[in-house]
């Protein structure tokens, strides 16, 4: 099995800034790709970004494009969300996905595993 942990979540004012991290560990040779979504109250889970190990690539939505970026290190299985100009619109729960394929994709059942979720909390 593989787990995934978040950290660096809490409560920012708009226009603020949070980086969050996840961390991969156990059977991590299954993962080809890792990425975030995010979930407010009463919505559906978003795609926010996601990166695969086959040469870094990356791949933002449109709605937090030019606002977020996604990096990751292969080596130590560890995804980062840099997320600048924050809006209380970005106020979610956030969450840590991998998959066991290189492609990038934005629907949620195409990934194998899933982290517990860090709270983003933007205040205006």
């Known amino acids: 099995q593989v787990q995934l942990v978040e950290s660096g979540g809490g409560l920012v004012q708009a226009g603020g800034s949070l980086r969050l991290s996840c961390a991969a560990s156990?059977?991590?040779?299954?993962?080809?790709?890792m990425g975030w979504f995010r979930q407010a109250p009463g919505k559906e889970r978003e795609f926010v970004a996601g990166?695969?190990?086959?040469?870094?690539?990356?791949y933002v939505a449109d709605s937090v494009k030019g606002r977020f970026t996604i990096s990751g290190d292969n080596a130590r299985n560890t995804v980062y969300l840099q997320m600048n100009t924050l809006k209380p619109e970005d106020t979610a729960v956030y969450y840590c996905?991998?998959?066991?394929?290189?492609?990038?994709?934005?629907?949620?059942?195409?990934?194998?595993?899933w982290g517990q979720g860090t709270q983003v909390t933007v205040s205006s």
């Open positions: 996905t991998a998959r066991k394929d290189l492609v990038i994709t934005t629907h949620a059942e195409a990934y194998d595993y």
């Open positions: 156990g059977r991590t040779f299954r993962i080809y790709g």
């Open positions: 990166i695969s190990w086959s040469g870094g690539s990356t």
